[in-house]
């Protein structure tokens, strides 16, 4: 089972950043991502997580 997508959008004027609900499918956030994206607007699409990181407990 996949841990899905996030798309993380942050505005260059500003330095404020988002983050969408999680999005299932790899190709829809992509399109989420195309979608938001702007010239003052930087977007990208980081992939959830299936365990924690080891130095976590």
Known sequence: ????????????????????????SKD??????ARLEQPNIFTTVVPG???PRRDQP
Not at 11 to 22: K, M
């Open 1 to 24: 089972m996949s841990a899905g997508y996030w798309v993380v959008s942050v505005n260059r004027d500003t330095g404020e950043a988002t983050t969408s609900e999680r999005i299932a």
């Open 28 to 33: 829809e956030a992509w399109e989420e991502a």
């Open 49 to 51: 997580r299936h365990k």
